[in-house]
């Protein structure tokens, strides 16, 4: 009789269950296929290892020991508001608060991964200022109005996500937003409950944020209209707008911001007058323009002329064609090209304080001019780029999203 338990009993046993290498799984896994592949690679890993560690220990012991953060707390209000008015900040905080609650409404209701990180991103983003104004010493109630409007961003999320709201009156939203938004900010006039604010006196990130979020929003639909225009088979249209597209791209936005803020006042009529915030936002929507005109042409470009074809054979005219059937494909396609630029508009705000505006980056020159701040430059520009990286991060981190919820790159 065979001694084989297998045979003996009539049932066959599980095979021993083989698990990989502890070395080819897990960090360690990782480690030793990225960092440490072979004799050199981990030699390499090791010393940048250390020089990176050297690097952030003596950062870390400047920061809490020897940098003077002072130079922040002591000029908060100007960094975030710049010279607005205190006993009318208040209009910044209803502001933020109705845009919390659209962006809330937004998030909960279409469902897209890439809206509701922006959510949750703006909600971060009010929580770690509300702790910078409360070690600022800029009082409670700015504080709490900022805590306030994380929580408005939560509860209307949940609310939509349980009663979701129509995507027009999602978008009418966002228009009385803007609108509301525009008028708490610069008022009413002098005789009315909302005083004028001059926007002479907005600066720091409240004005960087007014420049690119009103460049983003103006420059995308006249862009869309000049790729479209520069396509067009009337021959006026499309001279125009490739005129329009190489001229504005052959000069610098520096030009353009100098055109904008020195000779448009010269060709208005007498007693026409442009307020300064809204001479550069002219100029950087203009020149952005040409630039998202550029990557929508590219993308309808792409677009395989079968769906031309297709969309005439069913009796769609041309600019059926182009709304419905094209444009749409297009403008897929350039997400990754035109965020990418929006992020450089977003950082080509700074340009503004060579015209006497100042932003967030042009605050910090002028608090450098105080002698009570001399040797503050790494404190106070190393705030900035925190700033403007928090700013970058969450736009390419939210077009990472989108890419990925619509499928950009694959096939």
Same mark, same amino acid.
């Given at each position: 009789m065979s001694d084989d338990p297998q045979m003996t009993t009539g049932t066959p046993q599980p095979a021993e269950?083989?698990?990989?290498?502890?070395?080819?799984?897990?960090?360690?896994?990782?480690?030793?296929?990225?960092?440490?592949?072979?004799?050199?690679?981990?030699?390499?890993?090791?010393?940048?290892?250390?020089?990176?560690?050297?690097?952030?220990?003596?950062?870390?012991?400047?920061?809490?020991?020897?940098?003077?953060?002072?130079?922040?707390?002591?000029?908060?209000?100007?960094?975030?508001?710049?010279?607005?008015?205190?006993e009318e900040i208040w209009r910044v905080?209803?502001?933020?608060?109705?845009?919390?609650?659209?962006?809330?409404?937004?998030?909960?209701? !279409? +469902?897209? *991964?890439? =809206?509701?990180? @922006? $959510?949750?991103?703006?909600? #971060? &983003?009010?929580?770690?200022?509300?702790? %910078?104004?409360?070690? !600022? +010493?800029? *009082?409670? =109630?700015?504080? @709490? $109005?900022?805590?306030?409007? #994380? &929580?408005?961003?939560?509860?209307?999320? %949940?609310?939509?996500?349980?009663?979701?709201?129509r995507?027009?009156?999602?978008?009418?939203?966002?228009? #009385?937003?803007?609108?509301?938004?525009?008028? %708490?900010?610069?008022?009413?006039?002098?005789?009315?409950?909302?005083?004028?604010?001059?926007?002479?006196?907005?600066?720091?990130?409240?004005?960087?944020?007014?420049?690119?979020?009103?460049?983003?929003?103006?420059?995308?639909?006249?862009?869309?209209?000049?790729?479209?225009?520069?396509?067009?088979r009337l021959p006026v249209v499309r001279v125009v707008s490739t005129t329009y597209i190489e001229l504005i791209r052959a000069v610098p936005l520096i030009t353009v911001l100098f055109m904008a803020q020195f000779l448009f006042p010269l060709v208005l009529p007498e007693g026409l007058r442009i307020y300064n915030v809204i001479?550069?936002?002219?100029?950087?929507?203009?020149?952005?323009?040409?630039?998202?005109a550029e990557n929508v042409r590219g993308g309808l470009q792409a677009i395989p002329t079968g769906q031309h074809e297709a969309a005439f054979a069913i009796g769609l005219r041309t600019w059926q064609t182009t709304v419905f059937i094209v444009l749409p494909q297009a403008l897929r396609i350039t997400i990754p090209a035109n965020v990418g630029l929006f992020i450089s508009l977003l950082k080509d705000t700074t340009l503004a304080y060579i015209i006497g505006l100042l932003e967030i980056l042009g605050i910090g020159r002028a608090v450098l001019a105080n002698p009570d701040y001399l040797g503050t430059q790494f404190e106070v520009y190393l705030f900035v780029a925190v700033v403007f990286f928090v700013l970058s991060y969450t736009l390419s981190q939210a077009s990472y999203r989108l890419e990925k919820e619509l499928g950009i790159g694959e096939r």
């Open positions: 269950e083989l698990r990989p290498p502890a070395t080819e799984v897990g960090v360690l896994g990782w480690l030793n296929h990225n960092l440490f592949s072979s004799k050199l690679n981990g030699i390499l890993s090791i010393v940048l290892g250390v020089i990176v560690a050297l690097v952030i220990w003596g950062l870390a012991q400047w920061a809490v020991f020897d940098a003077r953060w002072d130079v922040i707390t002591d000029n908060m209000r100007l960094f975030l508001v710049g010279r607005y008015p205190p905080w209803l502001t933020l608060t109705l845009l919390s609650a659209t962006t809330g409404l937004s998030a909960g209701s !279409s +469902g897209i *991964g890439s =809206v509701r990180m @922006l $959510a949750i991103m703006l909600t #971060a &983003g009010q929580l770690m200022l509300a702790a %910078l104004i409360l070690v !600022s +010493g800029l *009082g409670i =109630v700015a504080s @709490l $109005a900022l805590v306030f409007g #994380a &929580g408005v961003v939560f509860a209307t999320m %949940l609310a939509a996500q349980r009663y979701p709201v995507r027009l009156w999602i978008s009418l939203g966002w228009l #009385a937003t803007t609108i509301a938004g525009v008028l %708490l900010l610069a008022g009413l006039g002098d005789a009315t409950p909302l005083p004028s604010v001059s926007t002479n006196i907005w600066g720091g990130l409240l004005l960087t944020m007014v420049l690119s979020v009103a460049g983003i929003l103006l420059s995308f639909p006249l862009g869309v209209a000049l790729a479209v225009g520069r396509r067009s001479r550069p936002i002219g100029g950087i929507t203009l020149f952005s323009a040409a630039y998202v």
